[in-house]
C-alpha cells in the first residue's frame, strides 16, 4: 500500500473514531501533499511524500524550539503530539553504525578522497539514505570520516 493511501485510510479512521488531533494533522499533512503535487505538476511517489513529512517534523522542530525559548509549553506540547502523528508515516531511522556502513559504501562508489569530494558522495548518500537519517547528521559524520 502506498503511502498516500495509508494516509487516506488513516484519516478515515480517524473520522469514524472521532480522533480530532489525528485528523487534523492527517489533513495538514495531505494538504501539503496535494499542494506539492499541484505546484510541481506531478503525482508524488512514496519518496516524494516522505519529503514532504520531513519537512513537516523539520517544522515542527523549530516550532517547539521557539514556543520553549518563549516559555510557551502549552503549545510546544501540541507540536509535540503533531509530530509524533507525522513520525509514524516515515520509515524508521537508520543506526550511527548502519549510516557509517553507507557513507564507506559510498565512498567506495565514487572513489572520494577527501572534503573535496564530499557534494559528490552527499550527493550518491542522499536519494539512498532519504528518510532514513538525518541528513545533517550524515554530512557531520562524513567530514567526522574525512578529517580522522
Do not use: C, H, W
Not at 521557539?66 to 502523528?85: F, G, N, P
Not at 573535496?116 to 537519517?133: E, S, W
Amino acid at each position: 500500500m502506498s503511502l498516500k493511501q495509508r494516509l487516506t485510510d488513516d484519516m478515515k479512521a480517524a473520522m469514524k473514531g472521532g480522533d480530532k488531533d489525528t485528523l487534523g494533522v492527517i489533513r495538514l499533512i495531505n494538504a501539503a501533499i496535494k499542494q506539492r503535487e499541484v505546484d510541481e505538476r506531478v503525482e508524488l511517489d512514496d519518496a516524494g511524500v516522505i519529503a514532504v513529512l520531513e519537512k513537516a517534523v523539520k517544522q515542527r522542530k523549530d516550532s517547539i524550539s521557539q514556543y520553549e525559548a518563549a516559555a510557551r509549553a502549552d503549545l510546544a506540547a501540541i507540536e509535540r503530539a503533531e509530530m509524533v502523528v507525522i513520525e509514524r508515516y516515515l520509515p524508521e531511522k537508520m543506526g550511527e553504525a548502519e549510516v557509517l556502513a553507507a557513507i564507506e559504501a559510498a565512498i567506495a562508489e565514487t572513489g572520494a578522497t577527501g572534503p573535496a569530494d564530499m557534494g559528490k558522495l552527499m550527493g550518491v548518500l542522499k536519494p539512498k539514505l532519504a528518510g532514513q537519517a538525518d541528513m545533517g547528521q550524515v554530512s557531520a559524520l562524513v567530514k567526522k570520516r574525512f578529517a580522522g
